[in-house]
């Protein structure tokens, strides 16, 4: 058995659909099919009895590709809550409940619901974009980056 913490879970184990190696930096580990694995994941997660934990809270969170910022926008709270939530574990009942139904929501292919997120995001984007200058042969050239792209936000690990 394999003790799955790298999906950012506590309580994942898996009996098999997975393959050890070793490598010159130690043991690694391959997840077949880690993206039906997650939806699993969140799908149990949806119908459990008792409130999300923060990690659980986190989980769904980056299964619907979104960052913290994005999150506290849609449920109508600050950053600073949803970090709170996501790493003292004590998400309140109204939102543990609309974390379930967006991703129910986001799960049904709901356009409406896609088409917020996008919004959402796409103003995330506009917020942390910076300018990066590079020289070029002709003088400077400004290109716009987003912070986003590679962004921690969306990391699983704790």
Aim: charged share 25%; glycine share 6%; aromatic share 8%.
């Amino acid at each position: 058995m394999y003790h799955y913490t790298e999906c950012g879970l506590d309580n994942v184990w898996l009996s098999n659909g997975y393959t050890e190696k070793m490598t010159a930096y130690g043991k690694a580990v391959s997840i077949s099919n880690a993206d039906e694995l997650h939806k699993i994941l969140a799908e149990d997660l949806i119908k459990k009895s008792g409130r999300l934990t923060g990690k659980e809270f986190r989980f769904l969170r980056v299964q619907l590709g979104l960052s913290q910022s994005a999150t506290a926008k849609a449920q109508g709270v600050s950053e600073q809550n949803v970090s709170l939530w996501e790493r003292h574990g004590k998400v309140p009942k109204a939102n543990d409940h609309l974390m379930r139904v967006m991703y129910m929501l986001h799960e049904s292919k709901s356009q409406l619901l896609e088409d917020a997120f996008d919004r959402i995001m796409t103003v995330e984007r506009l917020v942390h974009q910076r300018i990066v200058a590079k020289a070029s042969a002709t003088g400077w050239v400004p290109t716009l980056e987003h912070l986003l792209d590679n962004d921690e936000h969306f990391a699983l690990a704790a």
